[in-house]
């Protein structure tokens, strides 16, 4: 079973940052697009961000637009999402996800193949 591996979250206050890491050893990222989603306790999965593999197209949740930056670096096998000013409202656990189609094609968590186990961002004082 392909999988990803999130890294990088933790506690931050108010106003902080974080940058989240979405790694595989055993596929390449390049050739998917990656969604970037968050769960907070007794709502719904919702996508965050997406950025395609055939142009490196971008796109953001209204929420987090401004703020949050995705990004891949393809000679690390990585996709980031920096996480600026962020919110109490941000507080999840933020999954990435790969679709193997090469374009975003919104957020729908069952267009994505493969995901990751999750990593806890909390925001609080």
């Known amino acids: 079973q392909l999988q990803l591996v999130e890294s990088g979250g933790g506690l931050v206050q108010p106003g902080g940052s974080l940058r989240l890491s979405c790694a595989a050893s055993?596929?390449?990222?390049?050739?998917?697009?990656i969604g970037w989603f968050r769960q907070a306790p007794g709502k719904e999965r919702e996508g965050v961000s997406c950025?395609?593999?055939?142009?490196?197209?971008?796109y953001y949740a209204d929420s987090v637009k401004g703020r949050f930056t995705i990004s891949r670096d393809n000679a690390k096998n990585t996709v980031y999402l920096q996480m600026n000013s962020l919110k109490p409202e941000d507080t999840a656990v933020y999954y990435c996800?790969?679709?193997?189609?090469?374009?975003?094609?919104?957020?729908?968590?069952?267009?994505?193949?493969?995901w990751g186990q999750g990593t806890q961002v909390t925001v609080s004082s």
């Open positions: 996800a790969a679709d193997p189609r090469m374009a975003c094609s919104g957020y729908v968590p069952s267009l994505y193949d493969y």
């Open positions: 055993e596929f390449t990222l390049e050739y998917y697009a």
């Open positions: 950025i395609s593999s055939s142009d490196g197209s971008t």
